[in-house]
């Protein structure tokens, strides 16, 4: 095993994308993913011999989990997809880092809550809405039952810039309010949207503690969907006049959401000296850098 090596599955999403980019914590990250672009090691986590040779073969200290099905409508779609994904290649994901003597961070989210009583701490019952919530939270059992290092991190409405990533809500909203496209968006949908690149570097700075087991990590601000995109209006000069309020069931969407599902940050705060920045400075930060 290499101390100072990370191996991040899911390399090619937002997430991993940050963690390869700010990784200064002497940690040295291996990037893989499923379509093994440049660079990247080929896993595919359905698959146990691809998954059980690329960990063999880079013998990390901790595999940093950040690959998901992440469209929450999709996983209702289509549970058994996303059950294979997220509980599936998890367990295949523990069984190799038993095999090699590593320890696992599986990335969660507040959707295992069922936001009803918001933000949550690591302590509250999980009852998710839907099916991305439901099988993410069973990815997690997976993790804190295994015989390997295990560390569950929850965060919640991930936002910032990677020139090749898909959009994330933010970035989406600012790209259609710049070309003057009106835009509907949910007034009841509460969540503490979290700066990706605080994000890595406090799961970098966490593979250098003991811990183990369920924390939170999301952005300082409790915010609705509607205050996010009014926010962005003012930082960034848009017409306010184009975004219009409605309500998260009027969108009539496959999988319930979690109405206020933010989450507290008293845990992480004892474990790492990262202070997330305030919605509205990251804005500022994201304005120097969106095309």
Same mark, same amino acid.
């Given at each position: 095993m290499f101390d100072n090596r990370l191996l991040i599955i899911g390399a090619s999403g937002f997430l991993g994308h940050a963690l390869c980019d700010v990784s200064g914590y002497d940690w040295v990250c291996v990037p893989a993913s499923r379509n093994?672009?440049?660079?990247? /090691?080929?896993v595919d986590l359905t698959?146990?011999?691809?998954?059980?040779?690329?960990?063999e073969d880079v013998k990390p200290r901790w595999v940093i989990n950040t690959a998901a099905m992440t469209s929450v409508d999709g996983c209702e779609r289509? !549970?058994? =997809? @996303? /059950?294979?994904?997220?509980? &599936?290649?998890? /367990?295949?994901?523990?069984?190799?880092?038993? *095999?090699?003597?590593?320890?696992?961070?599986? =990335?969660?989210?507040?959707?295992?809550?069922? %936001?009803?009583e918001g !933000?949550?701490?690591? *302590?509250?019952? +999980? *009852? !998710?809405?839907?099916?991305? %919530?439901?099988?993410?939270?069973?990815?997690?059992?997976?993790?804190?039952?295994?015989?390997?290092?295990g560390i569950v991190v929850r965060t919640a409405v991930l936002y910032g810039f990677r020139p090749h990533c898909r959009p994330n809500f933010v970035?989406? +909203?600012?790209? +259609?309010? @710049?070309? &003057?496209?009106?835009? #509907?968006v949910v007034t009841d949908e509460w969540a503490n949207p979290t700066w990706v690149d605080e994000l890595a570097q406090f799961i970098l700075s966490l593979c250098h503690t003991k811990f183990q087991g369920v924390v939170h990590f999301a952005g300082a601000d409790f915010l609705t #969907?509607?205050?996010?995109? /009014?926010?962005?209006?003012?930082?960034? %000069?848009?017409d306010t006049g184009l975004v219009s309020p409605m309500t998260s069931a009027a969108f009539e969407q496959p999988a319930k959401r979690p109405l206020r599902a933010g989450?507290?940050?008293?845990?992480?705060?004892?474990l790492c000296d990262i202070t997330p920045a305030s919605f509205?400075?990251?804005?500022?930060r994201l304005k120097d850098v969106v095309p």
């Open positions: 093994g672009q440049e660079d990247h /090691r080929v698959k146990l011999d691809q998954v059980l040779a690329v960990v289509d !549970p058994d =997809l @996303a /059950r294979a994904v997220h509980v &599936g290649g998890t /367990r295949n994901l523990v069984q190799a880092c038993e *095999q090699t003597d590593c320890g696992l961070v599986n =990335l969660s989210t507040n959707y295992v809550f069922d %936001g009803t !933000p949550y701490s690591e *302590q509250d019952s +999980a *009852q !998710p809405a839907n099916v991305y %919530g439901q099988t993410k939270l069973e990815s997690e059992a997976v993790v804190l039952n295994a015989n390997c290092p970035t989406w +909203a600012i790209s +259609a309010l @710049a070309q &003057g496209e009106a835009m #509907r #969907r509607f205050e996010m995109v /009014r926010q962005i209006c003012t930082v960034f %000069g848009f989450l507290k940050m008293d845990l992480a705060k004892t509205d400075d990251n804005l500022k």
